[in-house]
């Protein structure tokens, strides 16, 4: 039930966004305000946590950097892709995390687009605070 209702807003917003906003990245008021209010719905969240389960990815780089004392510097990073079709579910990303991050196309592809966020602190604070209540009431 809950995944039903997410996916027929998720279509309504898709169609939208797309007609509305021919392909490009900036999402209308209307849109944001509608994102806005979907993020705060409880099952919406759950939604959000499955999707980033089957479609997100928690990555740590190691970059070389002489400016620190052991020469390599740690770079979280949480990201989602999408086709652009469902470029509004990287937009309720960045809504959910205080609208920090990025979505941005992916290099290399027409159609495909990603939603970003970086750092140790936005990581811990979002990423860690998001996926924790969603996975411990599974749990129990």
Known sequence: MRFKWCQDKMSTY????????????????NQQEKINSLVQGENYKYWLG???EGEGALVISVVKNDKVARGIVLQPEFNVAQHENGINIL???KALFANLGH???????????IY???GTQNIKIFNISF???????ILK
Do not use: H
């Open 103 to 113: 979505v941005v196309k992916k290099s290399g592809t027409e159609k495909v687009w």
């Open 14 to 29: 898709n169609n939208n966004i797309m007609k509305n906003n021919n392909n490009n990245n900036l999402l209308g008021v």
């Open 50 to 52: 499955g999707f980033a």
């Open 131 to 137: 996926f924790c209540p969603i996975y411990s009431s």
């Open 91 to 93: 937009y309720s990303f």
């Open 116 to 118: 970003s966020i970086k």
